[in-house]
């Protein structure tokens, strides 16, 4: 333990300072959420931090997207699996656009193809190729990726 006297004291507007390290250190456990002082063991036998529910975010958003009145039905099909996958899978770099967009089309290619949503991924793709996220060949990589469930 470091003597008190080791450390001076200031005077700030007639208030004592004391330094930082002769503050006393918080005693007991807190939520690591909320902050709140945790009162018992009872308290601690579920580990709650872990459990995100995020359906409520989800069905917000469907809903805010379903206010859109000058979006077709397609672009909020196309919309909603993609706010869904990206929920659910990060894209956490430029370079990772190309391995997600295929594993979405692995993940969600039936499902769009089959509600008629292939021009709404083509515009998709465009536009990360209009942004430089995607090359001509990972475009058209992408794109045969949900081809592939067009006969299906």
């Known amino acids: ?14 208030r004592e300072v004391v330094p930082f390290e002769l503050l006393p250190l918080p005693t007991g456990r807190y939520h690591s959420q909320t902050f709140a002082a945790v009162m ?10 872990d459990d995100a529910d995020l359906s409520w975010q ?20 196309f919309m909603k699996a993609w706010n869904e996958f990206v929920l659910h899978n990060r894209i956490w770099a430029d370079h ?17 193809i089959r509600d008629d949503c292939r021009s709404e991924i083509c515009l998709h793709l465009y536009h990360w190729f209009d942004i430089g996220l995607l090359s ?17």
């Open 96 to 112: 990772c656009v190309v391995d997600a967009m295929c594993e979405f089309a692995d993940l969600y290619g039936a499902q769009l």
């Open 136 to 152: 001509p060949q990972e475009f058209m990589t992408c794109l045969q990726r949900f081809d592939k469930f067009m006969n299906l």
């Open 40 to 49: 018992s063991n009872e308290d601690l036998d579920e580990d709650s931090d």
């Open 1 to 14: 333990m470091i003597p008190q006297d080791a450390f001076p004291t200031y005077s700030c507007s007639g």
């Open 58 to 77: 989800e069905s917000l958003r469907n809903a805010l997207l379903e206010e859109f009145q000058d979006v077709t039905a397609t672009e909020k099909i």
